[in-house]
Nanobody, 115 residues
Framework: QVQFVESGGGLVQAGGSLRLSCAVSGLTFGSYAMGWYRQVPGKQRELVANINRSGTTSYADFVKGRFTISRDSAKNIVYLQMNSLKPEDTAVYYC?????????WGQGTQVTVSS
């Protein structure tokens, strides 16, 4: 059974940085694309960034140039480096992968950006 342990969220001022981590167990980490999503109350969960098995990355337009997703296959961890944070980045951030066409989610970590 896949498990995610997310960490790194918190409160930061606008313009600041945070790095989220998602430690993954229960699967062959290198065989799966990984992603970060975020959700604010009352809105749908949205994709922030994705990294495939080869390390190719993709980003939502609203984070391009500010966020960087990466993965460490030796540690089974996927990261999200978030720079130049804005108040509108405030959300719960979730780690995600797809196994047998079923989405798997972490418990989420809260990111709050104050103005």
């Amino acid at each position: 059974q896949v498990q995610f342990v997310e960490s790194g969220g918190g409160l930061v001022q606008a313009g600041g940085s945070l790095r989220l981590s998602c430690a993954v167990s229960g699967l062959t980490f290198g065989s799966y694309a990984m992603g970060w999503y975020r959700q604010v109350p009352g809105k749908q969960r949205e994709l922030v960034a994705n990294i495939n098995r080869s390390g190719t990355t993709s980003y939502a337009d609203f984070v391009k140039g500010r966020f960087t997703i990466s993965r460490d296959s030796a540690k089974n961890i996927v990261y999200l480096q978030m720079n130049s944070l804005k108040p509108e980045d405030t959300a719960v951030y979730y780690c995600h992968t797809v196994i047998a066409q079923i989405g798997q989610w972490g418990q989420g970590t809260q990111v709050t950006v104050s103005s």
